[in-house]
T-cell receptor
Framework: GNSVTQMEGPVTLSEEAFLTINCTYTATGYPSLFWYVQYPGEGLQLLLKATKADDKGSNKGFEATYRKETTSFHLEKGSVQVSDSAVYFCALSDRGGGATNKLIFGTGTLLAVQP | NAGVMQNPRHLVRRRGQEARLRCSPMKGHSHVYWYRQLPEEGLKFMVYLQKENIIDESGMPKERFSAEFPKEGPSILRIQQVVRGDSAAYFC?????????????FGSGTRLTVV
């Protein structure tokens, strides 16, 4: 079945460092891909998305490119801030079968940015 | 314009009791989804509902769990005779259109602890 694998955390960086969080997926067909962010004590917020191969999603300085050839959707940011500290989830939309409306999530990666 | 509202934020139940989790979707959203996040794991799909209808319950445990989304009022996730393994964060999400590719809006979750 469809699945998402993302790098384990925690990822600890200094402020202004470059961030990469790896995400790869297994899917039949052509799912949409997402990154969600969860700040402490809050729900998940959609950070960015891409709906087809070679699309680049971007928001708040974060970027991710839908790479069909490597089945990847790595999250990057050129210069992280302390306020970026959160858990980041990679997800895909499952369009298979009769239930076409669910998201499949990775296990999440905790990012801790130190001043 | 309130987001997805879940209550209570924290719920403690003794083994064998019932747990009721409530979710009010965003205004104008008629599609509701419930996800469960077990410790150290990603979110797992449980059930997808529209008003008065269960569309997909493929992620719901076969026993003790039920969900509803009545014509009036919030969506309810009900867990009967809770066990320790039910301890988790339960997230509700809503969308205007029943298509995961557009992304959901999540609530802040209910953290259930079974003692």
């Amino acid at each position: 079945g469809n699945s998402v694998t993302q790098m384990e955390g925690p990822v600890t960086l200094s402020e202004e460092a470059f961030l990469t969080i790896n995400c790869t997926y297994t899917a039949t067909g052509y799912p949409s891909l997402f990154w969600y962010v969860q700040y402490p004590g809050e729900g998940l917020q959609l950070l960015l998305k891409a709906t087809k191969a070679d699309d680049k999603g971007s928001n708040k300085g974060f970027e991710a490119t839908y790479r069909k050839e490597t089945t990847s959707f790595h999250l990057e940011k050129g210069s992280v801030q302390v306020s970026d500290s959160a858990v980041y989830f990679c997800a895909l939309s499952d369009r298979g079968g009769g239930a076409t409306n669910k998201l499949i999530f990775g296990t999440g990666t905790l990012l801790a940015v130190q001043p | 314009n309130a987001g997805v509202m879940q209550n209570p934020r924290h719920l403690v139940r003794r083994r064998g009791q019932e747990a009721r989790l409530r979710c009010s979707p965003m205004k104008g959203h008629s599609h509701v989804y419930w996800y469960r996040q077990l410790p150290e794991e990603g979110l797992k799909f449980m059930v997808y509902l529209q008003k008065e209808n269960i569309i997909d319950e493929s992620g719901m445990p076969k026993e003790r769990f039920s969900a509803e989304f009545p014509k009036e009022g919030p969506s309810i996730l009900r867990i009967q005779q809770v066990v320790r393994g039910d301890s988790a964060a339960y997230f509700c999400a809503s969308s205007q259109r029943g298509e995961a590719g557009y992304g959901y809006t999540f609530g802040s979750g209910t953290r259930l602890t079974v003692v």
